[in-house]
Nanobody
Framework: QVQLVESGGGLVQAGGSLRLSCAPS????????MGWYRQAPGKQRDLVAI???????NYADSAKGRFTISRDNAKNTVYLQMNSLKPEDTAVYFC??????????WGQGTQVTVSS
């Protein structure tokens, strides 16, 4: 079964930057949308940013101006560049891939911790 493999999380001071990456372990047919979600302790999983196959993007208000999502279609890889990080950005970040059949793949999550 294909899995999404995430990397790039870690501990950073407020104001710092991190870059998350996510790629499938195998082939996924008909990738349409790739994105990142996050879940803080005791809270629901929320959208951070998504990007479709045409490069169109959508960001949560909290991410606008600080985070940039991009993708490499040849590698089926999605990235999230996070700048000016804040303690409230602390969460587990999950990669998501949706194909043309609206089937969702999820990564195992990567911890991002921002210290004040």
């Amino acid at each position: 079964q294909v899995q999404l493999v995430e990397s790039g999380g870690g501990l950073v001071q407020a104001g710092g930057s991190l870059r998350l990456s996510c790629a499938p372990s195998g082939s996924i047919f008909g990738i349409k949308v790739m994105g990142w979600y996050r879940q803080a302790p005791g809270k629901q999983r929320d959208l951070v940013a998504i990007i479709d196959s045409g490069g169109n993007t959508n960001y949560a208000d909290s991410a606008k101006g600080r985070f940039t999502i991009s993708r490499d279609n040849a590698k089926n890889t999605v990235y999230l560049q996070m700048n000016s990080l804040k303690p409230e950005d602390t969460a587990v970040y999950f990669c998501n891939v949706r194909n043309v059949f609206r089937f969702d793949y999820w990564g195992q999550g990567t911890q991002v911790t921002v210290s004040s």
